[in-house]
């Protein structure tokens, strides 16, 4: 067991980490060249969705690592990846901005600095960055191909829903005596939550940060909207 953990060891940037970055370039390359929306894709891609999240709760209960402590959905991520489930099976619009702002932001995030132990070929690897490309390419599908809008207002709602949610994850943390959110304290190896300032400070900073890259995205793909309405109207 020792020696299989060894050698595979998620390493920052190596040759599979940079593939993986790749993989999620070239996935939302092809989803801007669809021609239209398509019904049963998207409910197939829920259901793969589902399955490898469902999988992943399987593998860490047959190996003893299921834990209310921490195998909780109630990361960001987490949260993201239910709604972006429920989003491409209903369409609610109500879903998309927070899949749009959240799921973008924590994904892309995840993606480029990971909270991962396992490298490639095991599972963990292929579950982690599967779900975390997922949320993304779909938040960019139902913006590019199926005309979802994110709007100003939706920041808004974005980051009052996060801040009703967060006094109930820190409950949870308490009576589970889990870290979910990391609102407990920072992760212990490090992340970008160091350059946040102590605890509980990087909280309030988290909540700049959030907003500021909330807006970038905005401002992008608002522009983005802004230009495809004005190819519509000539």
Known sequence: MGKYM????FKMFSLEHIGAILALLVSLFLIKRLPQPNRLMERLFALSLLV???????????????????SLPLELCSISLILTILLLWTG??????FVFYVGIGGALQAILTPDLDMGF??????HFFY??????????YFTW?????????????????LNILLPFIFIINIIFQGNYMFLIEKPVGGSLLDYLG?????????????FLIFLILWLIFRRRGEAMSGIMTD
């Open 6 to 9: 060894s050698d595979n060891i």
């Open 52 to 70: 490898m999240e469902a999988l992943y709760h399987v593998w860490m209960l047959r190996t003893g690592r299921w834990n209310l402590s921490y």
């Open 92 to 97: 609610n619009r109500r879903l998309y901005e």
């Open 121 to 126: 070929p095991h599972f963990r690897f292929f």
């Open 131 to 140: 779900t975390h490309i997922g949320i993304i390419m779909t938040a960019c």
């Open 145 to 161: 191909i199926k005309g979802y809008t994110p709007t100003f207002k939706g920041i808004i709602k974005t980051m009052v829903a």
């Open 198 to 210: 102590p605890y509980p400070w990087y909280l309030l900073s988290l909540e700049v940060v959030a």
